[in-house]
């Protein structure tokens, strides 16, 4: 009888399986990486457009806003999910001072030196590393 042998062995299927968790090893921590870049991308984005809500404000008022005023006038900064957000605004200098803050929260906090970014009124970002242009 001419039998014919259809399908997979046990151990190429074993071995199938250990070549998948081998990338797999590789590639999720890289995906992990790519996640906190495209996170942190949004963080600056939302400081940006609330370093233009400050200078809106500013226009209006001649002096720079708190979080409280710019809500009040509808110029927040915005949400994002992984980030929490908050505006500096010294009292003495309130006409000529601001920094923006996001400061990082959840997963987001493995991001290496990039759980604190700010942003002033004079365009200073800090840290550079984060802010790669």
Excluded at 13 to 22: Q, T
Aim: aromatic content about 10%; overall charge neutral.
């Amino acid at each position: 009888m001419n039998y014919s042998a259809r399908g997979f062995t046990l151990i190429e299927l074993m071995i199938v399986v250990v070549v998948i968790s081998v990338i797999a090893m590789f590639a999720y921590p890289a995906y992990l990486d790519q996640v906190r870049k495209a996170r942190r991308a949004e963080a600056q984005k939302v400081l940006m457009a609330g370093q233009i809500s400050e200078e809106r404000y500013r226009s209006y008022f001649n002096t720079y806003g708190d979080g409280t005023s710019l809500a009040a006038e509808n110029l927040g900064m915005g949400t994002a999910d992984f980030f929490t957000f908050g505006v500096t605004v010294p009292g003495a200098s309130a006409a000529t001072h601001y920094t923006l803050t996001a400061s990082a929260s959840g997963d987001q906090l493995k991001d290496s030196n990039c759980t604190v970014m700010t942003l002033d009124q004079s365009n200073v970002m800090s840290p550079a590393a984060c802010w790669k242009r």
